[in-house]
């Protein structure tokens, strides 16, 4: 049916549109005059922005630390903002390319070499006192030093160290007639009390690991190399050291305690535990392991959530003619962004939290979390060391703390990639689809090519 | 012309978008494959070294190439018998359809990041849903996402979660054939499978030939269910050509090499497009 054209319904949807349309852009500029941030607590103080990557429970002490520094002095505020670890290096990288970083930047990612490299971040040698720089350089426990050292320089300052340490479940121990007093102090002896803490349903299923180091959180391979001598660098020479016979015997090994109970029987019992590794539901609290390996922060997760479990800690034994407490050593460290606005600020909030200019204060820090501290005096303050009487269980990571056999990452600028192959290949071993001297073949082609390639796009190694 | 500024008014901030996020940087990746460059850093240029150590010196590239491409040759068909054969079954005129509908559709708009999460637990070898359900017909279900080989045919089920997406667009199209069609074809003496094979699917193939392209360029671009669920593990047996380009651009911090990457792959899925676009006047039947 043919229908005039409408002039005066047509004007009237004309006007409507731009009314749309006055209201829309309206809305956004609006939008954009609202301020985009918090309102200051001390507007009249220079801020010092810093980004962690903590959530949840340990965001709240990391509040607090803040808290304590904006509360310590007039001068400065810090303003912090927990960034998810997954998210943190796309959004500071941006921000760095964008020309608005934050001041500080916390992790605990494979990350400093290559950012040293391209100038992400800023060296802290200059920025330190003589005094400063002696107290770092010699009081240090040395794993600090090798995680926030490249090339010579400091580029990071440990705020809490990550080291491992063996998780016995005494009920268990003593359920299969093993004295839970006397922990084992060799890694045979270890395995042979792994044997017996096994428990299989009837199935012949693995329901209880004896001993397993866990796959999905620990890289076993970088935790047992240096205990058997190796390890996947020398700092001494400044080489990667990725295929030698220790390393070789430290993943036979590991390889072996799997195959012992089967390799599929392991892949099936780890991937039932892997999704559920945080708080409550760690699969050594729930009964899944006998002995395991782990991070100091799990007694803190234990007393909170099993306060009546029955276990204890130690250190990882050594193997016949290895070296003891020698491991993988982690931990988060501060940086200072390339384009801080704030230097002289950031500085000094590192100092503080870390207790380069105040150990004794800073030792509180480290009580409320249980984190372990990166310079010994700060161990030995009366704060800290009445924490450590309170958990016992802290000793076993304490003592393992000032070794020189304690290993990071290699600090090499792909050490990302590299630390993902080994994870890759070491995964594969510990499933039985590549045998170990293949998969330490591998990670050194790997890592052949990838250098190669950085040398002929030019990065500088 | 007034009514015009009106109309570009309306799309401007859209234009405006589209060229600062989306064209200007497409156009900057092309320059920034050619050169090395860690977003911070000034780019250098590095001629085809990109290009050239990709394709002959990176296995890992071949290998997450190789992984893709099967996903796509596996997946896409997957869903889209599954999406029309569920279509078919939910064009049927019975007692509460549009409940049924609905319920195949909602999974679709959860949000991939949750779906992931949910199957990370169905797929808990120990307590995981799907193996209490194998066990109660006495078969010992493997471990989904750590065995090498079963990690990926895992993912390949996660992406019919999503079907109902695609099961609408089929849905539409079959109630877009015109039921003559059918009336002729029962007078003639026409059975239900030859009704379905002689009208219906040739009907259908418009919506067919829109989903095959969709779900060829989501194949080539599958990255979230593999970051959230497997990492690319077990063994690389998931590092999908996407995740491996975000970890060079994000972790390796080699964006030059990323977006080399991000070239190839935009060459391939071009390839693809333009090959099926090209055979679409086999096989795909208009009404007109």
Redo the contacts between chains.
Sequence with gaps: MYRPFDHERSAAGTRALWAIAIVLIASVAVALALPQTMPRRFPDRKPIHVWHPWTAEWKTIVDRIVATYNASQDRYEVIALSVPAHTAASKFLSSVAGGAPPDVIVSWDAVIPKWAEGGIIMPLDGLMSAEERERVTRSAYPISLKIGTYKSRLYAIVTGLDVYACYLRTDFAREAGLDAERPPETLDNLVAWGEKLDRFDSNKRLVRAGFLDPLSSVLGLAMFAPAFGGGFYDWDRGVLTLNTPENLRALSFLAGTRERLGFENVVRFESGHSGDVANAAWPFITGAYGITIDGQWRVEQIAQYAPDLAYDTFPIPPPVGGRAHAGWASGNFAMIAKGAKNVEGAWEFIRFWSGIDNPDRAAEFYTWGGWLPPFPDLAEAPAYREYVEKNPRFKAFLDVLPSEYLQPMPPVSHQAYLWDRIAAAYAAAMRGTLRPDAALARITLENEREVAMHKELGYTE | M??GW?GY??IG?WLAGFATFTAFPFAASIWLSFT?Y????DP?W?GA??YN?LLT????FWKSLFITVKYALVAVPLSMVVGVALALLLNLEIAGIAIYRTLFFIPSIVPVVATSVLF??LL????GLVNGVLSEFGV?G???????RWAFTSLVFMSLWGVGGSMVIYLAGLKDIPLALYEAAIIDGAGAWQRTRHITLPMLTPVIFFNLMMGIIGSFQYFTQAYIVTQ?????STNFYALYLF?RA????DM??ASAMAWILFAIVMTMTIAVFRSHRRWVHYEN
């Design positions: 007034k009514r009106a008014a309306f901030p090395r860690d977003i911070v850093s250098v590095v070294a990109n150590r010196e990176d296995p890992i990370i637990w808990n070898p120990q307590t010992a493997p471990a989904w996402l750590a065995d090498k690319g593990g077990p063994d690389d970890n994000w972790r390796y911090l030059g090499y």
